[in-house]
């Protein structure tokens, strides 16, 4: 069974997420934005051994601490998309313009395209490009589990943003309409800020959406 934990990291709350493989507790952090010592204290408290760093996307607060956690725990990395190189290649400036600790830089061990998937101990994600809030931004969701952690693509009652270089907003609304909702109203998302919902009551329910 698929499990996970969420710690919202850094001063933009971002939705830091352990997730794990129960039968083997071989775990994967999605988006460790900072707060490091935080992330590695939680996964010891749950017996975790921290095997993997995947990438929504390559914002500050998702990507900030990734080349830092890579290197003291010698983690490969799992995604992007490389459609947002730039924006690894522009953490350096992202982290004097948000006031973040300076990100050690990196480069991902293993890109992410649409239709890939990853794997944790027994357990497999599919992976979704779902470019619009930034080029390169990815999804993973768990068939099995009825999961998605969904980044900045969709929120609780409101979607991500567009107004960054690279930005989109039909992008955005073809990835949350085409590639998200597939996966069915049932499925709940861990969104990259703010708190869990499913599909179908966005749907329902979020005016950025409603009834697409
Ligand atoms: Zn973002
Ligand atoms: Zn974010």
């Not at 983690?75 to 992202?94: C, K, N, R, T």
């Not at 999804?139 to 609780?156: E, I, N, P």
Request: charged share 15%; hydrophobic share 40%.
């Amino acid at each position: 069974m698929l499990r996970y934990q969420t710690l919202p990291v850094t001063a933009f709350q971002q939705n830091c997420s352990l997730l794990w493989c129960d039968a083997t507790h071989k775990a994967a952090v999605i988006d460790p934005g900072g707060e490091l010592d935080r992330i590695i204290a939680a996964a010891q408290a749950l017996g975790l051994m921290l095997e993997q760093i995947w990438l929504t996307h390559a914002h500050i607060d998702h990507a900030g601490g990734t080349g830092e956690l890579a290197r003291r725990l010698g983690l490969p990395i799992v995604g992007p998309h490389p459609g947002d190189q730039f924006w690894i290649d522009g953490l350096p400036q992202q982290s004097a313009m948000f006031g973040f600790p300076p990100a050690e830089p990196f480069t991902p061990t293993r890109w992410l395209h649409d239709g890939d998937t990853v794997t944790l101990g027994h357990e497999t994600l599919d992976v979704r490009h779902c470019p619009g809030h930034t080029p390169g931004h990815v999804v993973f969701h768990s068939a099995s589990a009825q999961r998605a952690f969904v980044g900045d693509v969709l929120f609780a009652g409101s979607i991500g943003r567009t107004d960054f270089p690279g930005g989109n907003h039909d992008e955005l609304i073809a990835s949350i309409t085409e590639r998200l909702w597939p996966m069915g109203d049932e499925t709940v998302f861990i969104p990259g800020h703010g708190p869990e919902s499913s599909f179908g009551r966005e749907r329902r329910s979020n005016p950025y959406v409603a009834g697409t």
